[in-house]
């Protein structure tokens, strides 16, 4: 019995080492293998996040951007209302009528009676006829009678106000003027007379009158 201790004592030195060398090979695995998982979930959440990752460039950190990519889209305007005042015709002496949105008429004062006296004389006239349509307009002026004394009374159309060019220099006598058209919006007429129809204003053609349309174009 004394001789088997030895061997006994021998055999549980060697369980023990052993089961050492099992319970730490098994510890090692269980280290590995949680590294390897930790690595893994650190792969999965690398590839899946949205939040730009940090580069790191020569010492230099840049953080990437999201490329902007233009759209088709066009942004919608609205067109301003188009003009529907009626036009505007004031006069100093003479008359204005008749104005639609259109057009009118305007004609020497008495129209269709003489404008000035046969000898009694009304005082030399300076009748000054503006016209004003939508900006984006013009005007159209048409004589349709045309009598004026010859030798000492005027019309004259202005393209525009008095400032601007003159579409009908200053005409007399008895022969319908052509048509005139403005540049712009405005039109500007003026009549001026000495004050009194003498001889040499003819019997045949008397009254001494005037008249014209304008029209919007």
């Known amino acids: 019995m004394v001789l088997f201790l ?3 004592f021998k055999l549980v030195i060697v369980c023990e080492v052993i089961l050492y060398l099992i319970v730490g090979a098994k510890f090692f695995v269980s280290k590995a293998l949680l590294m390897k998982k930790e690595k893994f979930r650190n792969f999965i959440r690398g590839t899946t996040s ?5 580069i790191t460039t020569n010492a230099v950190t840049t953080i990437p951007t999201t ?11 609205t067109a301003a209302p188009a003009c529907l005042d009626a ?6 002496c003479g008359v204005c009528m008749d104005v639609t949105s259109s057009g009118g008429t305007i004609q020497s004062r008495n129209f269709p009676d003489d404008y000035d006296g046969y000898g009694n004389g009304f005082g030399p006239l ?5 016209i004003d349509v939508c900006p984006e307009k013009k005007i159209q002026l048409t004589f349709t009678q045309f009598v004026v004394e010859s030798c000492c009374d005027t019309v004259t159309v202005f393209d525009g106000t008095l400032t601007g060019g003159t579409l ?26 000495d004050g009194n129809n003498n001889a040499l204003f003819p019997e045949s053609l008397r009254p ?10």
Do not use: H, R
């Not at 949205?50 to 940090?54: D, I, K, L, V, Y």
């Not at 036009?87 to 100093?92: F, H, L, R, Y």
């Not at 009908?168 to 001026?192: A, C, E, Q, V």
């Open 50 to 54: 949205t939040t730009p990752q940090a």
């Open 87 to 92: 036009p505007t015709c004031t006069n100093s």
């Open 67 to 77: 490329e902007i990519v233009p759209t088709n889209e066009t942004t919608m305007t």
């Open 126 to 130: 300076d009748c000054i006829f503006a």
């Open 6 to 8: 030895p061997l006994f």
């Open 168 to 193: 009908l220099p200053p005409t007399t006598g008895y022969t319908i003027p052509s048509s005139s058209t403005t540049t712009s919006n405005k039109m500007t007429i003026t009549f001026k007379t």
């Open 208 to 217: 001494g009158k005037w008249q014209a349309t304008f029209t919007v174009v």
